[in-house]
């Protein structure tokens, strides 16, 4: 649907120029939803300018899953241009692309028309994951791709302009589930962590993969310049799903920051998303990996005992030391001081649900969290766009949507250009 001159409660910063997208899993009407992870990708958009919401208008993107084809084939490999395109949405390049981690990117317009999947001139032969990340120094685009068979692991780069230039794969003891992980200015970070693949449970699970204490858990340090080996570094059991942010300190460690679940809190939310659950209502927590490649030693910690998910951070600071993270509970948008250990909380309405809060700095800005955080918030009566202020989580304006908008994963701000 198309819906124009949205209502407004309060004041949209005239700053906030562009585009706010939102991608997730929308069953067809009367399909049943299943796992939360599956589902045709619906992406949302809301069109700001001037200080007006100009336009709301959902899309979902049309790969063949959304026609009815099966992306599994008879001898269970996956058609990686028929996946749902459900989990993200990313500019970069001359492109929007609109990602899930066992499939081809699916370009879509700013329009949200869908193009196609994109494999980069034929040079993309592995799936694409869901939480690229841009360097924002180089500009380029660093991704991998992981699967069920050989190579398990393939790391890719993509340059400034979006052409593939760079493909490596990555040695990994078996099919590891990978969700994401995380850049510094000099290094790449793996998550090689103990959710496995299982052949035994095609046909019983929808996604069969389970927790295997024998896998073991370890994280990776791998050099980006030329084919540096990955220091692997073991830490203590756990799971995760989502990155905040990861960069250098002054000695050399690499420090990683992301939410992280133990086996009983990753059993508790894995069974319960097969029911269409979602990770806002886990008790997973923020925590802290330091990883000295010097002398191989690591050291870990919980930063808070709260249940959050979704960990965002100013963009600009990807792979650089930074001092906030912005998170979201089952009713709370939860900002954390990394540098103080405080945390501020934005409240919800008792039914309300935040989605991924997504920071947009302002022009200039001198502070790391001068700017705005964008969620669609959804209750009984319906969805909003929040625009909270970042430094203090004050509401600044409400944008309303014509219609509830579901629970869905991650989004990306696309400012105008010029």
């Known amino acids: 649907m198309d819906a124009y001159d949205l209502p ?13 997208f939102r991608n997730g899993p929308n069953p067809l009407p009367g399909q049943d939803p299943g796992h939360w992870f599956l589902g045709p990708g619906m992406i949302h958009g809301v069109r700001l300018r001037g200080g007006r919401a100009e336009w709301y208008r959902n899309r979902w993107v049309r790969t063949a899953e959304l026609e009815g084809a099966s992306y599994v084939r008879p001898d269970l490999s996956i058609d990686r241009t028929a996946v749902p395109a459900n989990t993200h949405v990313v500019p970069h390049g001359d492109r929007i692309l609109a990602l899930v981690e066992s499939g081809l990117p699916y370009e879509v317009t700013a329009e949200l028309d869908t193009v196609g999947p994109c494999d980069f001139g034929g040079r993309l032969t592995t799936a694409m994951t869901a939480h690229p990340k841009q360097d924002p120094q180089t500009g380029e685009l660093h991704f991998f791709g992981y699967g069920a068979l050989p190579p398990y692991l393939t790391y890719h780069v993509l340059d400034a302009a979006g052409e593939l230039v760079r493909s490596r794969e990555v040695a990994v003891a ?9 850049i510094t200015a000099g290094h790449v970070v793996w998550l090689d962590l103990p ?12 996604i069969p993969y389970r927790w295997d204490d024998a896998y073991g858990a370890r994280l990776g340090v791998m050099p980006r310049a030329a084919l540096a080996p990955v ?8 799971f995760v799903f989502h990155v905040g942010n990861a960069y250098e300190d002054a000695a050399g460690a690499v420090v990683l920051d992301a939410v992280r679940y133990d086996v009983a809190t990753f059993g508790s939310v894995w069974s319960r998303l097969g029911g269409g659950a979602n990770l806002d209502r886990s ?44 998170t979201v509970g089952e009713h709370t948008i939860v900002k954390y001081d990394t540098g103080t250990g405080s945390a501020t909380v934005y409240h919800c309405d008792a039914e309300q649900r935040p989605g991924e809060a997504v920071f947009v700095p302002t022009d200039g800005a001198r502070a790391e969290d001068e700017g705005w955080l964008l969620s669609i918030v959804t209750g009984p009566a319906g969805s909003v766009l929040l625009v909270l202020d970042a430094a203090g989580l004050a509401p600044v304006a409400t944008v309303g ?4 908008v579901p629970a869905g994963f991650h989004g990306s701000w696309i400012a105008d250009r010029g």
């Open 8 to 20: 407004v409660t309060g004041a949209l910063p005239p700053e906030l120029t562009g585009r706010y």
């Open 174 to 182: 078996g099919p590891t589930m990978m969700h994401d992980f995380a």
């Open 195 to 206: 959710v496995v693949f299982d052949p035994a449970l095609i046909g019983r699970e929808r």
């Open 231 to 238: 220091r692997w570094f073991e830490v203590d059991p756990c």
């Open 283 to 326: 008790r997973a927590q923020l925590y802290r990996w330091r990883l000295d490649p010097a002398t191989g030693t690591r050291r870990e910690e919980s930063l808070d005992d709260r249940g959050v998910e979704f960990p965002t951070h100013d963009n600009d600071r990807t792979g650089r030391p930074n001092r906030h993270l912005y």
């Open 401 to 404: 949507l014509p219609r509830r």
